[in-house]
């Protein structure tokens, strides 16, 4: 007598209770670790994962020079600079940015001031570069 093949959903069921004490016992990083060791995250790359409390106020890697701020005062150039603003960052508009003198560094979601040379990062969907500029770097 055959038998009869079971459907994927039932499949994927019986395995997932097979698992469920081990998922039950192991912490999340072990689980992660074990199934996908391959994973960028758990391999240090930056995958974008930005702790929710991280420092806002960043050092600046690189000062401007006096032909980026010359350049930089010109919205436009500001806003070029944003070409590669990070896929996870995008609740956070470059044409906001770059109107509140922004320029993107090219490192994570790290903006620097043209014209102060203040650098922010870690940026959330409802933050107002103004109010955050204003509030950092006041003078």
Request: proline share 7%.
């Amino acid at each position: 007598m055959a038998t009869q093949e079971k459907a994927p959903e039932e499949r994927i069921s019986q395995f997932d209770y097979a698992l469920l004490p081990e998922i039950l016992q192991s912490p999340p990083m072990g689980h992660h670790r074990k199934f996908h060791p391959d994973c960028e995250f758990l391999l240090g790359k930056d995958v974008g994962n930005i702790a929710k409390y991280d420092v806002r106020v960043q050092n600046p890697e690189n000062t401007l020079s006096r032909d980026d701020k010359a350049r930089y005062q010109e919205e436009k150039a500001r806003l070029e600079s944003f070409k590669n603003w990070p896929f996870y960052a995008q609740g956070m508009a470059p044409r906001e940015l770059s109107a509140a003198g922004f320029v993107f560094t090219g490192k994570r979601d790290i903006v620097q001031c043209f014209s102060c040379g203040g650098c922010l990062g870690n940026w959330e969907d409802d933050d107002d570069p103004w109010k955050e500029h204003a509030k950092w770097f006041p003078k």
